[in-house]
């Protein structure tokens, strides 16, 4: 299946400080990806559509200027978290829509994640 | 929106016995219904999906049925082994707009 990867793993920041997550996929074209947040034990809650050459579409109470998202080609999107605060602490992923030319729904496929930790 | 339900939110069962976590969505357009595993701290791993136009589909131990008048599916797994032992999410999609449970925690006791 399609390989997408996710950089860091981990990192821990201070507050007020920004930190960039980087969403690649390995070995196929990701015209659009998706960012994802997973609390502990939870669900992953959809936060934005990163479409490649187009702005980020967002979802309702996803504050955009805080998560900034980069579609700038068609194997990488970024995350940047902005002035990131404690209550910023969460498990980030990434995904990416299986390549195909059939239109409708396909499957996606999930980085590893991201581990941010804000002290 | 869509919104998908999923119960349990938590499943314990003996080693060899079947496993079964129900889903219901709300709109009737989703079209497209994966099943993911998610060991704790990895990515959530596709094992099955299936779309509207399917009513059951199986892969081994794993098969998901799917009720589209009653907008419900569900994932069995059988003869179920230690190794099943995750978080199981179920999604809904339309197009790129996939949605997805809250989980279920499925516990396999030797």
Known sequence: GAVVSQHPSRVICKSGTSVKIECRSLDFQATTMFWYRQFPKQSLMLMATSNEGSKATYEQGVEKDKFLINHASLTLSTLTVTSAHPEDSSFYICSARSPGTSGGSREQYFGPGTRLTVT | ?110
């Not at chain 2, 595993?37 to 779309?51: A, F, N, S, V």
């Not at chain 2, 009513?55 to 419900?72: F, P, S, Y």
């Not at chain 2, 099943?84 to 809904?92: G, K, L, Q, T």
Request: net charge neutral; proline share 5%.
């Open chain 2, 1 to 110: 929106g869509e919104n998908v339900e999923q119960h349990p939110s938590t499943l314990s069962v003996q080693e060899g016995d079947s496993a079964v976590i129900k889903c219901t969505y709300s709109d009737s357009a989703s079209n497209y219904f994966p099943w993911y595993k998610q060991e704790l701290g990895k990515r959530p791993q596709l094992i099955i999906d299936i779309r509207s136009n399917v009513g059951e589909k199986k892969d081994q131990r794993i098969a998901v049925t799917l009720n589209k008048t009653a907008k419900h599916f569900s994932l069995h797994i059988t003869e179920t082994q230690p190794e099943d032992s995750a978080v199981y999410f179920c999604a809904a999609s339309i197009m790129d707009d996939m949605r997805f449970g809250a989980g279920t925690r499925l516990t396999v006791k030797p």
